[in-house]
Structures are given as C-alpha cells and as structure tokens.
C-alpha cells in the first residue's frame, strides 16, 4: 500500500464514519498527491453499459403519475414528448420534428415525426398524444401535476371536474399533426412539453392492464430506452431501443439505475467502480471528494432557492415590515454558504435563480459593506420594536432534512443572534408534518424551497400569486399580480422578463421571504463517461452518453 | 404437542388483529396524509385520488375493508409507490431480508456458539478474556460503522467483493452484508454462551456426571451442551423473526432490495398500507418464532412439557 493509498484509505474511513457529520476541510487540504490516474482511450468502449445512481426509488413509473426527480431520470429515458431536451438541458424537437404558431402565440401546430414508433413497432401518431394529454387532466387518473398543463386551453376546468376531458384544447388534425390551442401565449410551451407529464402513454396497454402497465412485462414507450427490469429499492434496468427514431445515435446498450438512497452510498459505489454516475454527493463530503477524486465532482447552479418563509398574516411578522427587513438583511450569506454548505451552493439575493436573459434584480442592500449592512439591520431591528431586553422568540421550523441543512439553520439562527441578538432556535418536526401545519399557516419562520419545473421565471413568480396553494407565506399584493397576469398575456420574452424583474423587486420591497442560498447540482462522473454537460434543469439524458475506453490504475 | 400449537396459533389471531388495529389507528392519528406533497394540487384531483384509495370513506369502513381484504391475502396497494401493490413489494424484498438474515444468523450461531461455549469452559484464561474483549467491541460498534469499513476494505481497496447491490443466488454479494448484520449477534450469542455454559457446569447433575467419574469432553456433550442452549432458543425467536425482516443500515448502506428500510420510510410517507403490512408481517413471525422457540425448549429441556 503505497503512502498516498494509506492515507487516502483513513480519509475514506473518516470521512465514510463521519456520515451525517461534517469532514474538516483543513485535513485535505492540498500536499496530497494527485489523485489515482484513469487512462481514457478516444475510442469507444467494447461495453457499452452505463451504470448511474439514482437518490431513491421512482413513486412511480407512469409519467402521468411521477412527480419526482427520479422518477423523471428515468422517464427521460424511456420516453420521449413533442419536444425533449438536448445535451445542454434546452428544449429541443422529440416526437414532433417542427412547430409553428399563430400571431398572438395561442395555436401552435405540432408536425410528428412519420418514423415516430412506439417500442413495439406499433406507429406513433397525433391521436396518441390526444389521448395522452386528456389523461392528465382527466381528475380520474390521478394526476398530481395535472395543473402542470394549465397553459392549454380548458385544462383546469377539465381536471377541475367542470368540463368533459374532450373539451381540452389538443387536436389530431391527422395522423402526423397536433394543434394545441393555448389560453395565453406561453413562451416556454417547448420547455413544458418535455416535461414528463406531457409524454404520451400506450393507450392499449393502459387499458389492458390498469396501473400495472408499467410492468417491464407490460410497459410500452417510445424512447430511446424499454424498461427490462424494475426491482422496487434496488435497480431499475433499461435497454436501447432499436425502434427509437434517432437510435443510430444511441451509443448506449444498457442502463443500470441503482437506487442509493445514502449519498455516502453513492460515493463508495463510485469509487469502488460500480457506478459512473451518481445522482448527488453528501455536499459535506465535497472537499474530501476533491481531493481523493480531483475533476470528477461536478458542481454547478441548478434552477432551485433554498429559503426561509415567513408567515405574513401572523405576529411578529405581520405588518412589520421592517423585522422582516432586518432579518433578510443581517444575514451573512457568503460566509454561510462558503463554510456551512462547503461552497457547493451559491448565496442568494432574489427569489430567481440565475437564468440567461433574465436580469436578476439584486437589491441595493447586498452591495453594502457588511458594517453598513449589519448598521442598516440593527436601524430595522430597533425600528420594529426590538431590542436586548425585549428580543424577537421564534423557532425556524424545519423537516428532517440531513445534518447539514440542521447545521445550516443553526448557523443562520447563531448569525442573527450576533448581529441582531435575536432568540431564534431551530425546530424540527416530520416533513409531513410540516407540510400540514404549512398549508393551514400555523407556522411563523419555517423551511421553504422552490425547484423550478422548466426555465423560465413564471414557474418562481406564481408560487407569491395570492391564494396560490404552493404560497405558504401568504403573501398578497395586488400589484404583484396584476404583473403577473400582464406577464401571462405578454408574448414577447424580453417584454415578459421585464415585468417579472418588477415583480420581483416587489417581493424585495414588501420582504416577502428570505432569500438563503440557489441550489447546485451534485454528481461523481468518471472521466471516461461523456456526452453530458451541466445544466441548470439537471436533465442529462442517457441517450447523448457513450463511454470511453479507459484504464483505470 | 399438536394440539398445543394448533391452540397456540389460533390464540395468535386476536393478537395479530390487536396489531393491525393499533397500526391502524395510530397512522391515520398522525397528521398529514400519504397524498400531501410540496406542491399542491388541484382538489378535484386529490378527491379522486382519496376515492380511488377509499381514503374518502369513514375510517371504520376503510378498517372494515382493509381486514376484508387481508383475510383474502390482499395488503392492498401503496400508496407511496402508485402502480404498486404491497404484496409485491414484500414478495420482492421479504427473500432478500430473509436470505441475508438467515446466514446471519446461522454465521452468529456457529462462530458466536462456539467463540462463547470455549471461552465459557475455560473461564478466566486469556482466551476468555480475549474473546469476550472482542464480543464487547462486536456488541457495542453499531452496524452503520461495520458495514462502510467492509466496504472500504473489501471493495474499494481490495476489489474482493462487490460494495452492494444484491444479485439472487450470488454468494458475493451476500457475504459483506451478511457478515456485518451477524456481527453485534456473534458477540451477543458468545457472551450468551459464555454465561450460559458457566451457570450449567455449577449446576448440580453436572456434579454428579463428574462424581460417577465421566470423562470431561463426554460431560460436555452428553449433559452440559443441550440445557446450555435454552437462553440461545429464547434469543433466537425473536432475533430471527427481526433479522429476516430486514435491517434498514444493511439496505442502505449496500443498497440492497429489502423491507427493512420501509418500517422507517413508509410510516415518514404516511404509506398507510404499506406499514401495516410490514407490521403484520413481522407481528406474525415474532409469533411463529415464538412458538417454534417454545417447541424447542421441550426438546431441548427435559422438563418442559407442552400442554
């Protein structure tokens, strides 16, 4: 065992017993040598077999039914929509190879692919899709994100119960022609339809088998991989798909998903060379990671706010606008998220994680110096009716997340406690339970998050709309809904992006939440694995990948 | 000794349905419901979905239902893993659990048993306090550190053996998980043994076995190993019943396809069905060992009768 083996091996053990605790980073600190060399060749490897974890088993495998990240991994290779994701994680054509829509943005019209097949050889046509959308939203099926198709016309009314699910805005002008007739221009309408919600499913074989149509015996797709093998908390296998339209250019033969749920998991897969992706590493483990396998952590800003809310119909922060003002304000945030998420997240000023062309209204305050931000905190502090003898009491509820989030809050409550002297204690209950104190509002400061569903801002500014179930802080301000509803009726993207800054920099005026950190997305890949980039959807879909020859020492 | 089982089993039934009953009571008590998520949907949609799992009736129909459809065999579907029936959820898994535990047990009984019986005959020697040294350290080292230890070392460093996964019939990946479930149960069964030989060789009919002159290794086999097993089988019936219903750090650690993990993930999810048929399942075996224990000490102990 060679000296750098040996103490890699006691950091591994370190780190691996350490678990849920954090590594410190002074002991990696750089004097290793450089990691293990893997050799990677420039011709593609003989075994074309791709092994990926996966954070947890799918709920389900119905893209109607998923409504997880994994679950969407998945599906992303099983199936296919009207438009799916390229390399970069941008909508792109699927089954539908071109599109057109009417001036006033409400009609588009979708062209399918004539070479479009179902798995079983079976053609792939507009009526597929009929069927498939009215699915959705028929309230029958259960869909939990049948709201996802809000943007066609009647979809809500129909999942609502008011309307026959005849009544939803797609039409099959023939085999190979979609119309869908929209309620409002909606820009992002490709991004939303690669989403999994919208892919279409096998109507014979759901009426055949019921829920258990997605039985690797039964399941019927149309993407670039068939379900082979599907054993609930352990692996879920897939095989290229010769009838894909595009599977010329799938290099892959196989897939294996193995479902690990503990990230120390995945990173000992990893590294014991089981796996070439994984879904995630424990964000504490990252400075250990780097220095055992350098480049292969991959790290890069994901479309989701991490955040506190803050309950605005409720004391102490009802009508007190200037509390809430101090709170946002006296946070250090580059310090806690340099130290208590080991710079894996980036701190966050606004509601919006960065996306292109969108202009992210950072407000005046965190440009200030951290003494004149701490003075301007303390001003607002005082302003609100607090002080040392007659400090703001209140718990930050948060569910059970991991460790690191605990540590996180704690941090957050320590740093107000210094800047502020606040009494602020962290409380943690079960998520279920917080999600159900969170829906009848009995919760004062509590954990709140916000993942994206496709790239564009609305999918962030409808969670403030009054009366929106996901708007735990009760925020209302008329003004901010009317640019929202102006945005929902504007067709033009700039124009749109405009309102939604206004929008936002309203949320900053009235502290409608606090801002802690944007999310990143995590994973361990071998160098070796390519076709893949980084993106903010974190969508990386197995049919671009193809695996090098390599040698690993 | 039939009657007695055939009555032992029968009395297992208002048991079993006090369990059920308590399971049930107590998951629909907690707040928050299977269908609750962090985005909210449309109440059209979540009232079909309560209607298609019946959460829409009265609670003591949906308790009339489900015991009508256990009676039938049937744990009804998760409501965690949509598309999923419980039933198959513990046809998968429930071999996996079984198998790993199984070995584990049978590992613990056969190193523990032996490690325990020696150190117990040569009470006060360095190899008793060596032995029993290490069974302290196997009780008190908790799985979640055994289980990332082996896989360092067997797996990312040595390559011996796969670092999880689970593969039916495959020795390979049964073996790391195996051993680092029987560990604690090795050191537990040895300082058991140990205790036990101990008391049996004061005990008076082994005097007497050595008063009638009987050679040492015959007083052993033929008198004192038999009355040295019974703290093992009351050991045994409950350890077996909790081993084969899976460990959650063995699954999570090595990924691993088993139960175990739902007695935890399940009750988080509220995936009502899903819990009660776990705790059923493992009520029942808790039973069955029980009684397959007590059947047991009659063989093993003369003056046991079973009536």
Same mark, same amino acid.
């Given at each position: 065992?060679?000296?750098?083996?040996?103490?890699?091996?006691?950091?591994?053990?370190?780190?691996?017993?350490?678990?849920?605790?954090?590594?410190?980073?002074?002991?990696?600190?750089?004097?290793?040598?450089?990691?293990?060399?893997?050799?990677?060749?420039?011709?593609?490897?003989?075994?074309?077999?791709?092994?990926?974890?996966?954070?947890?088993?799918?709920?389900?495998?119905?893209?109607?039914?998923?409504?997880?990240?994994?679950?969407?991994? %998945?599906?992303?290779?099983?199936?296919?929509?009207?438009?799916?994701?390229?390399?970069?994680?941008?909508?792109?054509?699927?089954?539908?190879?071109?599109?057109?829509?009417?001036?006033?943005?409400?009609?588009?019209?979708?062209?399918?692919?004539?070479?479009?097949?179902?798995?079983?050889?079976?053609?792939?046509?507009?009526?597929?899709?009929?069927?498939?959308?009215?699915?959705?939203?028929?309230?029958?099926?259960?869909?939990?994100?049948?709201?996802?198709?809000?943007?066609?016309?009647?979809?809500?009314?129909?999942?609502?119960?008011?309307?026959?699910?005849?009544?939803?805005?797609?039409?099959? =002008?023939?085999?190979?022609?979609?119309? =869908?007739?929209?309620?409002?221009?909606?820009?992002?309408?490709?991004?939303?339809?690669?989403?999994?919600?919208?892919?279409?499913?096998?109507?014979?074989?759901?009426?055949?088998?019921?829920?258990?149509?997605?039985?690797?015996?039964?399941?019927?797709?149309?993407?670039?991989?068939?379900?082979?093998?599907?054993?609930?908390?352990?692996?879920?296998?897939?095989?290229?798909?010769?009838?894909?339209?595009?599977?010329?250019?799938?290099? $892959?033969?196989?897939?294996?998903?193995?479902?690990? %749920?503990?990230?120390?998991?995945?990173?000992?897969?990893?590294?014991?060379?089981? =796996?070439?992706?994984?879904?995630?590493?424990?964000?504490?483990?990252?400075?250990?990671?780097?220095?055992?396998?350098?480049?292969?952590?991959?790290?890069?800003?994901?479309?989701?706010?991490?955040?506190?809310?803050?309950?605005?119909?409720?004391?102490?922060?009802?009508?007190?606008?200037?509390?809430?003002?101090?709170?946002?304000?006296?946070?250090?945030?580059?310090?806690?998220?340099?130290?208590?998420?080991?710079?894996?997240?980036?701190?966050?000023?606004?509601?919006?994680?960065?996306?292109?062309?969108?202009?992210?209204?950072?407000?005046?305050?965190?440009?200030?110096?951290?003494?004149?931000?701490?003075?301007?905190?303390?001003? $607002?502090?005082?302003?609100?009716?607090?002080?040392?003898?007659?400090?703001?009491?209140?718990?930050?509820?948060?569910?059970?997340?991991?460790?690191?989030?605990?540590?996180?809050?704690?941090?957050?409550?320590?740093?107000?406690?210094?800047?502020?002297?606040?009494?602020?204690?962290?409380?943690?209950?079960?998520?279920?339970?917080?999600?159900?104190?969170?829906?009848?509002?009995?919760?004062?400061?509590?954990?709140?998050?916000?993942?994206?569903?496709?790239?564009?801002?609305?999918?962030?500014?409808?969670?403030?709309?009054?009366?929106?179930?996901?708007?735990?802080?009760?925020?209302?301000?008329?003004?901010?809904?009317?640019?929202?509803?102006?945005?929902?009726?504007?067709?033009?993207?700039?124009?749109?992006?405009?309102?939604?800054?206004?929008?936002?920099?309203?949320?900053?005026?009235?502290?409608?939440?606090?801002?802690?950190?944007?999310?990143?997305?995590?994973?361990? =890949?071998?160098?070796?694995?390519?076709?893949?980039?980084?993106?903010?959807?974190?969508?990386?879909?197995?049919?671009?990948?193809?695996?090098?020859?390599?040698?690993?020492? | 000794?039939?009657?007695?089982?055939?009555?032992?089993?029968?009395?297992?039934?208002?048991?079993?349905?006090?369990?059920?009953?308590?399971?049930?009571?107590?998951?629909?008590?907690?707040?928050?419901?299977?269908?609750?998520?962090?985005?909210?949907?449309?109440?059209?949609?979540?009232?079909?979905?309560?209607?298609?799992? @019946?959460?829409?009736?009265?609670?003591?129909?949906?308790?009339?239902?489900?015991?009508?459809?256990?009676?039938?065999?049937?744990?009804?579907?998760?409501?965690?893993?949509?598309?999923?029936?419980?039933?198959?959820?513990?046809?998968?898994?429930?071999?996996?659990?079984?198998?790993?535990?199984?070995?584990?047990?049978?590992?613990?009984?056969?190193?523990?048993?032996?490690?325990?019986?020696?150190?117990?005959?040569?009470?006060?020697?360095?190899?008793?306090?060596?032995?029993?040294?290490?069974?302290?350290?196997?009780?008190?080292?908790?799985?979640?550190?055994?289980?990332?230890?082996?896989?360092?070392?067997?797996?990312?460093? *040595? @390559?011996?053996?796969?670092?999880?996964?689970?593969?039916?019939?495959?020795?390979? @990946?049964?073996?790391?998980?195996?051993?680092? *479930?029987?560990?604690?149960?090795?050191?537990?069964?040895?300082?058991?043994?140990?205790?036990?030989?101990?008391?049996?060789?004061?005990?008076?009919?082994?005097?007497?076995?050595?008063?009638?002159?009987?050679?040492?290794?015959?007083?052993?086999?033929? @008198?004192? *190993?038999?009355?040295?097993?019974?703290?093992?089988?009351?050991?045994?019936?409950?350890?077996?019943?909790?081993?084969?219903?899976?460990?959650?750090?063995?699954?999570?650690?090595?990924?691993?396809?088993?139960?175990?993990?739902?007695?935890?993930?399940?009750?988080?999810?509220?995936?009502?069905?899903?819990?009660?048929?776990?705790?059923?399942?493992?009520?029942?075996?808790?039973? &069955?060992?029980?009684?397959?224990?007590?059947?047991?000490?009659?063989?093993?102990?003369?003056?046991?009768? &079973?009536?």
């Amino acid at each position: 065992m060679s000296a750098f083996r040996a103490r890699a091996a006691w950091a591994s053990i370190a780190c691996l017993l350490a678990g849920c605790g954090s590594v410190d980073p002074s002991t990696t600190a750089p004097g290793l040598p450089p990691p293990p060399s893997i050799i990677v060749g420039t011709t593609l490897a003989v075994d074309q077999t791709l092994s990926r974890a996966l954070d947890d088993t799918p709920r389900s495998l119905d893209p109607h039914i998923s409504t997880d990240v994994q679950g969407q991994r %998945v599906l992303d290779d099983l199936f296919e929509g009207l438009t799916t994701v390229d390399v970069a994680g941008k909508a792109a054509a699927g089954v539908a190879s071109s599109w057109e829509t009417s001036a006033d943005g409400k009609t588009w019209v979708f062209h399918l692919r004539p070479d479009a097949r179902w798995s079983n050889g079976a053609p792939l046509t507009a009526r597929d899709f009929v069927y498939s959308l009215r699915r959705v939203v028929d309230p029958k099926t259960g869909a939990e994100y049948a709201q996802g198709l809000a943007a066609i016309d009647n979809a809500v009314a129909i999942a609502s119960g008011e309307k026959p699910t005849d009544a939803l805005g797609v039409e099959a =002008v023939d085999d190979h022609t979609l119309k =869908v007739r929209l309620s409002g221009p909606t820009p992002y309408l490709l991004d939303l339809l690669s989403q999994q919600y919208t892919y279409p499913v096998y109507e014979p074989a759901v009426t055949q088998y019921g829920d258990g149509w997605v039985r690797p015996e039964h399941i019927v797709s149309n993407g670039a991989f068939v379900l082979r093998e599907n054993v609930i908390g352990s692996r879920i296998t897939l095989e290229k798909n010769d009838r894909y339209w595009d599977a010329a250019h799938v290099q $892959l033969q196989r897939v294996v998903y193995y479902i690990l %749920v503990d990230a120390s998991a995945q990173a000992s897969r990893f590294l014991a060379g089981d =796996v070439q992706w994984t879904d995630s590493f424990a964000a504490n483990q990252r400075s250990w990671l780097r220095s055992v396998i350098g480049d292969q952590v991959v790290n890069s800003p994901y479309f989701g706010t991490f955040m506190l809310g803050m309950n605005l119909q409720q004391p102490p922060f009802k009508d007190n606008l200037p509390l809430r003002q101090a709170l946002i304000i006296a946070l250090d945030r580059e310090p806690l998220a340099r130290y208590m998420r080991e710079g894996v997240y980036q701190p966050a000023y606004t509601l919006m994680p960065p996306l292109p062309g969108y202009q992210l209204p950072v407000p005046d305050w965190a440009t200030l110096s951290t003494e004149a931000r701490h003075a301007l905190a303390r001003r $607002l502090y005082a302003q609100a009716g607090y002080s040392d003898h007659h400090p703001l009491r209140v718990d930050i509820d948060e569910t059970m997340l991991d460790a690191g989030t605990r540590h996180f809050f704690d941090a957050v409550a320590a740093n107000w406690r210094s800047v502020l002297g606040t009494e602020v204690h962290t409380d943690e209950r079960e998520f279920k339970v917080l999600l159900q104190d969170l829906q009848l509002h009995k919760l004062a400061l509590f954990h709140d998050a916000w993942i994206g569903d496709y790239p564009d801002p609305y999918t962030f500014m409808q969670i403030f709309y009054t009366g929106n179930g996901n708007n735990h802080c009760g925020y209302s301000n008329p003004k901010f809904d009317q640019l929202i509803d102006a945005a929902g009726q504007e067709p033009d993207n700039g124009r749109r992006y405009h309102l939604f800054e206004q929008a936002e920099q309203l949320l900053d005026n009235d502290a409608a939440f606090l801002p802690l950190y944007y999310y990143a997305t995590r994973h361990l =890949v071998k160098p070796y694995l390519r076709g893949w980039q980084s993106n903010i959807m974190d969508r990386n879909l197995s049919r671009y990948m193809y695996l090098l020859e390599h040698q690993e020492r | 000794m039939l009657r007695y089982t055939l009555r032992r089993l029968l009395g297992a039934l208002p048991t079993l349905l006090v369990i059920i009953t308590l399971a049930f009571l107590l998951l629909h008590m907690a707040p928050g419901g299977p269908f609750d998520g962090a985005k909210r949907m449309l109440p059209q949609i979540q009232k079909s979905i309560e209607a298609k799992y @019946h959460l829409d009736e009265p609670l003591w129909r949906q308790y009339l239902r489900y015991l009508g459809d256990l009676a039938r065999g049937d744990l009804g579907p998760s409501f965690q893993y949509r598309s999923t029936s419980v039933n198959e959820i513990i046809a998968q898994g429930l071999p996996v659990d079984a198998t790993i535990g199984v070995t584990a047990i049978a590992l613990a009984v056969v190193v523990g048993g032996a490690v325990g019986i020696n150190a117990g005959l040569r009470r006060g020697t360095r190899w008793d306090y060596g032995t029993m040294g290490f069974a302290v350290a196997g009780i008190s080292t908790p799985v979640f550190v055994v289980a990332p230890l082996l896989i360092l070392v067997f797996a990312i460093k *040595l @390559h011996w053996l796969p670092a999880g996964d689970w593969v039916q019939g495959s020795l390979s @990946h049964l073996l790391l998980p195996a051993i680092a *479930l029987a560990l604690p149960y090795t050191a537990y069964v040895a300082r058991l043994m140990r205790g036990s030989t101990i008391e049996v060789l004061n005990s008076g009919f082994i005097r007497t076995a050595r008063a009638k002159g009987l050679p040492p290794l015959l007083i052993i086999w033929r @008198h004192a *190993l038999r009355p040295t097993l019974t703290p093992l089988v009351s050991f045994l019936g409950p350890a077996i019943a909790g081993v084969v219903t899976g460990s959650i750090v063995v699954e999570t650690v090595f990924g691993l396809p088993g139960i175990g993990r739902y007695f935890i993930t399940a009750a988080l999810n509220r995936d009502y069905t899903l819990v009660i048929g776990i705790t059923v399942l493992y009520g029942a075996l808790i039973i &069955l060992f029980n009684l397959l224990a007590d059947l047991c000490y009659a063989w093993i102990d003369p003056r046991v009768r &079973l009536r």
